[in-house]
């Protein structure tokens, strides 16, 4: 009878120990999906807010605040830029084929419109010769409105992206189940 309750006993620690592994396994799932929802919500984020520097000429108070926050949205967008493909490319195992191709596709509008900013960026920054400032400058207008509407269609896209695209397509991987171990 002693016997019989010993072994009643190691398996409810054995089922415990089964629960407490499956719900630990569940936890760390749950940290690294996170980990990725949350990378790509803060990239997403910091590149919409991301905007080509005004010109030397405009208002010199917006532009130098301006500047500042560019350049730390764009710094936090280069430093994440390898992070960002590293979680992206891994989304497959954590969440399939379907959410993978989403990620792959926002990632290519973050840093399509990193580059798009920092060329606009550039043209603004490059002094004009007053010899030729009308043609130069039409020629920089017809140039600037071409990475304009490339800022402005990737805007788009991030914007519906970090406000209804990734909690949809993240909500069913992001939901914890009630703790599962018994007592």
Not at 5 to 16: E, N, P, R
Not at 20 to 37: Q, S, V
Request: negative net charge; hydrophobic residues 30%.
């Amino acid at each position: 009878m002693l016997n019989m309750h010993f072994t009643q006993q190691q398996v409810g620690i054995a089922v415990s120990q089964k629960d407490i592994a499956e719900d630990k396994h569940r936890l760390e799932l749950f940290e690294k999906r996170f980990e990725t929802y949350e990378l790509f919500l803060d990239m997403a984020l910091k590149c919409h807010k991301l905007s080509p520097d005004r010109r030397p000429y405009e208002d010199s108070t917006k532009t130098t605040n301006e500047r500042e926050k560019n350049a730390e949205y764009m710094k936090f967008v280069r430093d994440n830029e390898s992070k960002m493909i590293s979680l992206g490319e891994g989304s497959i195992f954590l969440f399939g084929s379907e959410v993978k191709s989403i990620l792959d596709d926002v990632r290519v509008k973050i840093l399509s419109k990193a580059e798009l900013v920092d060329s606009l960026n550039d043209i603004r920054r490059t002094d004009i010769d007053t010899t030729n400032f009308i043609s130069e400058l039409s020629g920089k207008r017809e140039e600037e409105r071409g990475y304009q509407e490339g800022i402005s269609s990737c805007n788009t896209f991030l914007k519906e992206f970090y406000e209804k695209k990734l909690p949809e397509i993240m909500e069913p991987y992001l939901k914890m189940t009630p703790y599962l171990a018994k007592d």
